[in-house]
């Protein structure tokens, strides 16, 4: 890193420092501060995701769910020093059981403020996945769980809590979909047991079949709206 200022005292250099660098750290710890049980046990509250980690996934990831500290593999970033704080770009931070990806702040008085996203490794996104059937409503491309989350607060009280807006989309899109495989279900079950003769003419029975599937929607969505 490169960093330049000026002073006689700590407080007279602050404002003046101004610079830019890179860092690396490997093997290293997040002190008192675990970012992967601070964002998805925040997660928990939310209707649907109440067993998002339950005891079984906490005790086959104790290093993930369990350390007091977060444990990485690598943790690697870009910064620049101004107006006494210094933002950082391009965080990563490599887990053995997740990543993250995000950028934000620290300034002198030890206050963050961080914008991430936490991406869960295959092997734990299925597991969750199967803890809560919610849970792979936020699965991406690769069936991996993702979600955006803040940090913020003062150092060493940190706070981190998943982007509300995301989760809201996340969840009514479950409900919408589990809401159509129901509604699908009945359509289906309605046509298998409907009989396969009779004496009416066709569109009189093409007529009938059309209401009765306007009526099994109607009912459908109903029920999906009021729940």
Request: zero cysteines.
């Given at each position: 890193?490169?960093?330049?200022?000026?002073?006689?005292?700590?407080?007279?250099?602050?404002?003046?420092?101004?610079?830019?660098?890179?860092?690396?750290?490997?093997?290293?710890?997040?002190?008192?501060?675990?970012?992967?049980?601070?964002?998805?046990?925040?997660?928990?509250?939310?209707?649907?995701?109440?067993?998002?980690?339950?005891?079984?996934?906490?005790?086959?990831?104790?290093?993930?769910?369990?350390?007091?500290?977060?444990?990485?593999?690598?943790?690697?970033?870009?910064?620049?020093?101004?107006?006494?704080?210094?933002?950082?770009?391009?965080?990563?931070?490599?887990?053995?059981?997740?990543?993250?990806?995000?950028?934000?702040?620290?300034?002198?008085?030890?206050?963050?403020?961080?914008?991430?996203?936490?991406?869960?490794?295959?092997p734990l996104?299925?597991?969750?996945?199967?803890?809560?059937?919610?849970?792979?409503?936020?699965?991406?491309?690769?069936?991996?769980?993702?979600?955006?989350?803040?940090?913020?607060?003062?150092?060493?009280?940190?706070?981190?809590?998943?982007?509300?807006?995301?989760?809201?989309?996340?969840?009514?899109?479950?409900?919408?979909?589990?809401g159509a495989?129901?509604?699908?279900?009945r359509l289906?079950?309605?046509?298998?047991?409907?009989?396969?003769?009779?004496?009416?003419?066709?569109?009189?029975?093409?007529?009938?079949?059309?209401?009765?599937?306007?009526?099994?929607?109607?009912?459908?969505?109903?029920?999906?709206?009021?729940?």
């Amino acid at each position: 890193m490169k960093v330049s200022g000026s002073g006689k005292e700590w407080n007279e250099i602050k404002p003046s420092l101004r610079g830019q660098g890179q860092a690396e750290v490997l093997q290293g710890a997040l002190l008192d501060f675990n970012i992967a049980d601070n964002v998805l046990s925040s997660v928990t509250g939310i209707p649907g995701l109440t067993s998002l980690i339950n005891p079984q996934v906490r005790k086959k990831y104790p290093e993930t769910f369990e350390a007091k500290d977060t444990r990485f593999k690598e943790l690697k970033g870009q910064f620049d020093l101004a107006d006494a704080r210094m933002n950082v770009k391009d965080l990563r931070i490599a887990a053995a059981d997740y990543s993250v990806h995000g950028n934000g702040w620290v300034d002198f008085e030890k206050r963050v403020d961080f914008q991430a996203v936490l991406l869960l490794s295959q092997p734990l996104s299925a597991d969750l996945g199967r803890s809560a059937r919610e849970v792979t409503y936020m699965f991406n491309n690769q069936n991996q769980f993702e979600l955006p989350f803040a940090v913020t607060g003062t150092l060493p009280k940190l706070k981190a809590r998943p982007d509300s807006n995301y989760l809201g989309k996340m969840v009514q899109r479950g409900f919408m979909r589990k809401g159509a495989e129901e509604l699908q279900q009945r359509l289906l079950g309605k046509e298998r047991s409907a009989p396969s003769g009779g004496t009416a003419p066709s569109d009189q029975k093409s007529e009938k079949k059309k209401n009765s599937t306007e009526e099994l929607i109607r009912k459908g969505l109903d029920q999906l709206f009021k729940r």
